[in-house]
Every structure is written in C-alpha cells, then in structure tokens.
C-alpha cells in the first residue's frame, strides 16, 4: 500500500525557517518525481514544486511565489521527501501535502499524503 | 502566467449530470486532469490524460478536452460526489491548478 507521511509543520515567525518531510513507502520511492502541494486555510489547492528522480537528473521545479525561497531535495536511501522553506512569510500559511506524480498516468498526483499545517505568525 | 479558470460553484440534483468547466488558452493542446476534494481531505485524482479514469474511480466520472476548456462530466450524481474539483494542467514543467468549484448535491 503506498503511503506518504507529511512531518514537520509548526508555527513560526515571519523570516523563519522550517524543515517538511515526507516519507514514503509502498513503492520504489527512487523513481518516482515527487511534488509538493499547499492550501491555504479555505482557499485552493497551489503547486509549489517537485523534484524528478535521480535517473532523470535529480532536477527540481518551483512555482514563482517560492522559487529562491524553497528548497526540494530527496534522499533516496531514507524514501524521504523535503521542503526546506526559508524567508517564511504570512502568505505561507497553509497545509503542504506532498504527492507522487504517477509516471504512467500523466504525471498527475495519484498518491497524496494527508498534509501538515504550516503556520506563519509573529 | 498561464491561467485556468473554474466556475467557483455548480449545482446539480441528486441522479442528474453534473459538467465542471476549466478553461485556459489552447487548454486542449495539454493534457488535464482532476482532483475531487472532500472537506478535512486530501485530493484525489478522478480523470488524469483528459478523459482516463484512475483504478477504483467509479465509472460516472468522465472527462474530455477540447479548444480551450477541459470539462469533468459527472452522471448520475450521488450525494457522495459533493465535494470542491480541481482541474490541472502543466505549463512547461509547471504544474497549473484551476480555482477549484464547489459541487453541491441537491
């Protein structure tokens, strides 16, 4: 059965720092893109980024709003996802899900973990 | 940026068919696909590739795509089926969502 665990939401101060993680199993974790999604508290679903497997050069995309500011990385040998979000600003505040990209279906998100709420806050 | 646009409700009568549009410029030269979210959820994929339906997503669930609006196509609404639907696509390498509509059964 696949799963996706979110951890590591919390509050924090605007200008802060905070680590996600996702972990990941039920499937070879290595050769799945991976991406994470926020939501706002009562708004719409945002992409925020993803990363592709290593055996497709490891590479990573970010929507404007976070690029220069989120980091995705991935450590294969833990099936574990990350978001390092540094600069955190109100406009952060949201739950980030993360989500394989289903190689066979398109790209789109087929699995998805149950979130983690990140609040930003002074 | 490149932009979908959903209507941000729809309504529909239990057993009738329900028709979510998203629209985006030349949306049909992409591919779509959409996500059904309950409240407290997270989402789940419904139709990926335009018009395919993942396994176990009930065969009521249908998509198409064509010019600029990609449109989810849902019959014989069930109570069960309301929920917010996102449609998607990629830009390049970036992943677009629409607004999300709100489905409400009634």
């Known amino acids: 059965e696949v799963q996706l665990v979110e951890s590591g939401g919390g509050l924090v101060k605007p200008g802060g720092s905070l680590r996600l993680s996702c972990a990941a199993s039920g499937f070879t974790f290595s050769n799945a893109w991976m991406s994470w999604v926020r939501q706002a508290p009562g708004k719409g679903l945002e992409w925020v980024g993803r990363?592709?497997?290593?055996?497709?050069?490891?590479?990573?995309d970010y929507a404007a709003p976070v690029k220069g500011r989120f980091t995705i990385s991935r450590d294969d040998s833990k099936n574990t996802l990350y978001l390092q979000m540094n600069s955190l600003r109100a406009e952060d505040t949201a739950v980030y899900f993360c989500?394989?990209?289903?190689?066979?279906?398109?790209?789109?998100?087929?699995?998805w973990g149950q979130g983690t709420l990140v609040t930003v806050s002074s | 940026s490149y932009e979908l646009t959903q209507p941000p409700s729809v309504s529909v009568s239990p057993g009738q068919t329900a028709s979510i549009t998203c629209s985006g410029d030349?949306?049909?030269?992409?591919?779509a696909c959409w996500y059904q979210q309950k409240p407290g959820q997270s989402p789940v994929l419904v139709i990926y590739q335009n018009a395919k339906r993942p396994s176990g997503i009930p065969e009521r669930f249908s998509g198409s795509n064509s010019g600029n609006t990609a449109t989810l196509t849902i019959s014989g609404t069930q109570a069960m089926d309301e929920a917010d639907y996102y449609c998607q696509a990629w830009d390049s390498s970036i992943v677009i969502f629409g607004g999300g509509t709100k489905l409400t059964v009634l």
């Open positions: 989500a394989r990209e289903g190689m066979l279906l398109g790209n789109a998100a087929d699995y």
């Open positions: 030349k949306l049909g030269n992409k591919y």
């Open positions: 990363i592709k497997s290593k055996t497709d050069g490891g590479t990573t």
